[in-house]
């Protein structure tokens, strides 16, 4: 038994021998136009490498190019909406002004008090005269 039990185990290693896994010795770089461009023309890995923080900070610039776009679109709007706001309340004060000049004439105040019992007075006012007296001084 002892045998069986020991040649299954020799098989056994006997397999694992022969499942050897092929491994790839370099993994191939896959032939498109940057890998191209990069590896055989104009640019080199190390002169891409070393230019690689003037591309950030081109990249840097052109967010803040674009975020500052649209903080000036959107005080653009905010201005627009303010000043259709500012003429709405220009004409709003124009019909307020005209309301109480046409309120404060004459003939509309004398029929506002008119529910009051005050009339407009019929005769012209009097003019009062007052003579001084002098004490011989």
Same mark, same amino acid.
């Given at each position: 038994?002892?045998?069986? @039990?020991?040649?299954? %185990? &020799?098989?056994? *290693?006997?397999? #694992?021998?022969? %499942?050897?896994?092929?491994? /790839?010795?370099? &993994?191939? %770089?896959?032939?498109?136009?940057? +890998? ?8 080199? +890995?190390? *002169?891409? +490498?070393?230019?690689? /923080?003037? !591309? ?5 610039? =052109?967010?803040?190019?674009? =975020? ?7 005080? %653009?709007?905010?201005?627009? #909406?303010?000043?259709?706001?500012? #003429? *709405? ?5 124009? $019909? ?9 004439? @004459?003939?509309? $105040?004398?029929?506002?008090?008119? +529910?009051? =019992?005050?009339?407009?007075?019929? &005769? /012209?006012? &009097?003019?009062?005269? !007052? #003579?001084? !007296?002098?004490? =011989?001084?």
């Amino acid at each position: 038994m002892t045998n069986r @039990l020991r040649t299954e %185990i &020799q098989e056994e *290693e006997a397999e #694992k021998e022969l %499942i050897v896994e092929e491994r /790839p010795a370099k &993994q191939e %770089i896959p032939d498109n136009f940057l +890998t191209q461009f990069l590896s055989k023309g104009f640019i080199t +890995t190390d *002169e891409a +490498t070393r230019a690689l /923080p003037f !591309v950030l900070y081109l990249a840097f610039i =052109g967010m803040l190019y674009i =975020g500052n776009r649209h903080f000036a679109e959107k005080n %653009i709007r905010d201005i627009d #909406k303010l000043s259709k706001e500012v #003429k *709405e309340l220009n004409w709003d004060y124009k $019909v307020a002004k005209a309301e109480l000049a046409f309120k404060s004439t @004459l003939t509309e $105040v004398a029929s506002r008090v008119d +529910t009051l =019992g005050i009339h407009e007075a019929i &005769q /012209p006012a &009097q003019k009062l005269v !007052v #003579k001084e !007296v002098s004490n =011989g001084n």
